[in-house]
């Protein structure tokens, strides 16, 4: 839920702290991928088609979508839910580049992507 000391000066979800949240998902979905610690090493295509109302829920889907050796592409779209109707808008979108490292910081090989029947 977007509370006031996530919001911008419009009592919308400030810009920066959405990235920061849209970037956790991408980590949660790379760690979970790769069983190993992850790095983020870039952002691109960052879209925010909408605002997201305080009050309301910003709503983060993350998705492995590539694998190199080491890195893996994580995109992550957003909703704003209104909790009290259960409606959903798309309102963001990122693809994120993480990188998997061992304990001495270096890319560690990461797994490949199962294949969907």
Known sequence: MILPDQSNH????????????????AFIAASRHARQKVV???????????????GTLFVLSATVTGVGRTSMQVRVTGLCELPEAGSCTPVSQASFTMVAVDDDGRPFPVPALEETA
């Open 40 to 54: 983020l090493a870039a952002c691109s295509d960052a879209r925010f088609t909408a605002p997201v109302p305080m």
């Open 10 to 25: 419009y009592g919308t979800l400030f810009g920066g702290r959405g990235l920061s949240l849209m970037t956790r998902a």
